[in-house]
């Protein structure tokens, strides 16, 4: 299932430098979330969209900034990257049947 | 005290046996209730779903909830090796249709 496509997969950066990580939905979603996992905290929300401009913060939203220009794209901005924020990070989308569908994750290590 | 909780394990159990995982949660208003499946370096794939107290049954998997003590389980009969993952349970507590997870059950199924 290709709903949702993540860019990009792999990246390594060092830190301070500014990182966008894309997800892009095929299945005209209102709904929107960027999650984070990390051994020991599983999956914690950073920022989610309820719609075009429509953008909200999570649970660990500091450092983080998002946008969604389009109802397809939601892009999630590291302004300066951190090691704490190595991780790999899911772009979501939320179906008529209540459940979150997951993209195959973009992983980030910051140096 | 988290939001959701789950024993990280492993859990191993033989293969053909019954596997029991548990969740508890901390929000009394908590409208729905989810098991996610990962696989190791895979994105979480949504294996049930249940709304209201008792048993719901998909094949091999029965999904319990029980509002009144705020604890839902996943019972997989029958356990295959192809079974071993680990087990996501989320809760909707119907707030921007954002779900909050657990940190995860590690299963393995041994031969």
């Known amino acids: 299932d290709a709903g949702i496509t993540q860019s990009p997969r792999h990246k390594v950066t060092e830190t301070g430098t500014p990182v966008t990580l894309r997800c892009h939905q095929t299945?005209?979603?209102?709904?929107m979330y960027w999650y984070r996992q990390d051994p020991g905290h599983g999956l914690r929300l950073i920022h989610y969209?309820?719609?075009?401009?429509?953008?909200d913060k999570g649970e660990v939203s500091d450092g983080y900034s998002v946008s969604r220009s389009k109802t397809e794209d939601f892009l999630l901005t590291l302004e300066s990257a951190t090691s704490s924020q190595t991780s790999v990070y899911f772009c979501?989308?939320?179906?008529?049947?209540?459940?979150?569908?997951f993209g195959e994750g973009s992983r980030l290590t910051v140096l | 005290q988290k939001e959701v909780e789950q024993n990280s394990g492993p859990l191993s159990v033989p293969e053909g046996a019954i596997a029991s995982l548990n969740c508890t949660y901390s929000?009394?208003?908590?409208?729905?209730f989810f098991w996610y499946r990962q696989y190791s370096g895979k994105s979480p794939e949504l294996i049930m779903f249940?709304?209201?107290?008792g048993d719901k049954e998909d094949g091999r998997f029965t999904a319990q909830l029980n509002k009144a003590s705020q604890y839902v389980s996943l019972l997989i009969r029958d356990s295959q090796p192809s079974d071993s993952a680990t087990y996501l349970c989320?809760?909707?507590?119907?707030?921007?249709?954002?779900?909050?997870f657990g940190t995860g059950t590690r299963l393995q199924v041994t031969l």
């Open positions: 969209s309820y719609g075009v401009k429509d953008t």
């Open positions: 979501a989308t939320y179906r008529n049947t209540g459940e979150l569908f």
């Open positions: 929000d009394r208003g908590s409208q729905s």
């Open positions: 989320a809760v909707n507590t119907g707030t921007a249709s954002k779900l909050t």
């Open positions: 299945e005209n979603h209102r709904y």
């Open positions: 249940i709304y209201s107290n």
